[in-house]
Nanobody
Framework: QLQLVESGGGLVQPGGSLRLSCAAS????????IGWFRQAPGKEREGVSC????????NAADSVKGRFTVSRDKANNTVVLQMNSLKPEDTAVYYC?????????????????WGQGTQVTVSS
């Protein structure tokens, strides 16, 4: 069973930055498409950003383009979501997820493995 653990969440002021990490033990994340999702209270879980197993494919929601960047830190077997210019509407629990997709990574919750989430709160 692939286990994922998110870290890096916290409280930040609008315009600030956070760096989230998705880590795994016992499996190499290079072979999985990794998606980042978020869910605010009373709302559906939505796709934020993702990276394909090949590394060539990336997707991002329109709401975060130009602000969020996903990348692989292969030395540490993690996937990083760098979040800049944060807005109050970015407040949510953020989850990473893994699936065996190849060249693509959909921003839909059709992933096989999920972490427990990390809270991101953007407030002044």
């Amino acid at each position: 069973q692939l286990q994922l653990v998110e870290s890096g969440g916290g409280l930040v002021q609008p315009g600030g930055s956070l760096r989230l990490s998705c880590a795994a033990s016992g499996f190499t994340l290079d072979y999985y498409a990794i998606g980042w999702f978020r869910q605010a209270p009373g709302k559906e879980r939505e796709g934020v950003s993702c990276i394909s197993s090949s590394g060539a494919g990336r997707n991002a929601a329109d709401s975060v383009k130009g602000r969020f960047t996903v990348s692989r830190d292969k030395a540490n077997n993690t996937v990083v979501l760098q979040m800049n210019s944060l807005k109050p509407e970015d407040t949510a629990v953020y989850y990473c997820a893994a699936a065996g997709y190849g060249s693509s990574c959909p921003l839909l919750p059709a992933y096989d493995y999920w972490g427990q989430g990390t809270q991101v709160t953007v407030s002044s």
